[in-house]
Nanobody
Framework: QEQLVESGGGLVQPGGSLRLSCAAS????????MAWYRQVPGKLREMVAT????????NYADSVKGRFTVSRDNAQNTVYLQMNSLKPEDTAVYYC?????????WGQGTQVTVSS
């Protein structure tokens, strides 16, 4: 399984931007479908974005389409989430996920807070 470490979270004002990074320490990063999820206390975990192994295919939750962009750099074993036009409802803990068949790895999460 992959070991994942998220970074880049923090406090930002509405309308601002953040770029999250997820660094993987495994040796088969390019074989994994990667995804970003987020979770707010008392609510279900929500899939935010996914990206295929080669980065050609991406998928986004309706709530973030047009604002968030997921990308990956397999040479650096890193997946990114560029978040623009942030809204207070984007406030959550964001988690990086790597999946390959039955293998499902998660990072520790990084807090994103959107508030004025």
């Amino acid at each position: 399984q992959e070991q994942l470490v998220e970074s880049g979270g923090g406090l930002v004002q509405p309308g601002g931007s953040l770029r999250l990074s997820c660094a993987a320490s495994g040796t088969i990063f390019s074989l994994y479908t990667m995804a970003w999820y987020r979770q707010v206390p008392g609510k279900l975990r929500e899939m935010v974005a996914t990206i295929s192994r080669g980065g050609a295919r991406t998928n986004y939750a309706d709530s973030v389409k047009g604002r968030f962009t997921v990308s990956r750099d397999n040479a650096q074993n890193t997946v990114y989430l560029q978040m623009n036009s942030l809204k207070p409802e984007d406030t959550a803990v964001y988690y990086c996920n790597a999946r390959f068949g039955t293998i499902d790895s998660w990072g520790q999460g990084t807090q994103v807070t959107v508030s004025s």
